[in-house]
């Protein structure tokens, strides 16, 4: 009898401990300041004098249930917007460049798979602030490491740069630590071809074409 009942079990238990949640989340890291965070739609409430999203989510901003969420708490959910108000927790956060992103891919390739966003970007932070060993460089490994036992390494949507151009040494600086970090990233997550797609800020030639 005792055997029966565990044979019954087992039987009811392997499927269910074999049937992955979400087979291979193709993983997409967000990482940089507060442009990658989304600020996208906040605005100052004359009211209450404080930062206040709107609420309003673009088209290209909807949520899909192709696309999840790793949340601060390391559970994957399905992603709306504010994608980072759980992990940017101190700022107001509103749409980012992260949901955009995972649509655009999912419109060309219907086929692409579940993509899993992993938000990790801070308002305000620099590029020492993303070097290894600090909290932000260990945070992002960490929870990247964690994504990837459910998936594969897609991407890294990397915005960030506004917080170093506020003197001229950081500037200077600027170029070589951003290589570490791509570097020290690439080696620690074990994928030395992982793709990183950077902004580009143009807003000095731009100005300057100005003047
Ligand atoms: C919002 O605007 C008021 C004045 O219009 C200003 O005093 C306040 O500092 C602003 N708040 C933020 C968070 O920018
Ligand atoms: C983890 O975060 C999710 C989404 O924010 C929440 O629903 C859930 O209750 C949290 N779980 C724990 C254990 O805190
Ligand atoms: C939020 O603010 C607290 C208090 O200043 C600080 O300790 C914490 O590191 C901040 N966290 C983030 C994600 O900005
Ligand atoms: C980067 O930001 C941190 C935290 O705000 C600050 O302590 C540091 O001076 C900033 N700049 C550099 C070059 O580290």
Aim: aromatic share 10%; glycine share 8%.
């Amino acid at each position: 009898m005792l055997s029966f009942i565990l044979l019954a079990l087992l039987a009811h238990a392997s499927p269910i401990q074999c049937k992955h949640p979400h087979p291979k989340i193709n993983i997409i890291i967000l990482a940089g300041q507060s442009n990658m965070a989304g600020r996208g739609g906040v605005f100052n409430d004359t009211i209450t004098e404080t930062l206040t999203w709107d609420g309003i989510v673009p088209p290209e901003c909807q949520p899909n249930p192709s696309i999840l969420r790793l949340t601060a708490n390391l559970t994957w959910v399905e992603a709306h917007e504010p994608l980072h108000a759980d992990i940017d927790y101190n700022k107001t956060n509103g749409v980012g460049p992260g949901m955009p992103f995972a649509n655009t891919v999912l419109n060309k390739d219907p086929n692409f798979g579940v993509i899993g966003l992993v938000p990790c970007a801070i308002g305000g932070t620099n590029i020492s602030q993303w070097q290894k060993g600090e909290f932000l460089y260990e945070q992002l490994v960490k929870r990247s490491q964690f994504a990837m036992q459910s998936g594969v390494y897609r991407a890294m949507l990397w915005y960030q740069g506004e917080s170093d151009t506020e003197n001229q040494q950081d500037a200077e600086l600027y170029k070589d630590k951003l290589k570490r970090f791509f570097n020290d990233l690439r080696f620690d997550l074990k994928t030395p071809k992982l793709p990183i797609i950077q902004v580009l800020s143009a807003f000095y030639c731009f100005i300057s074409s100005l003047i």
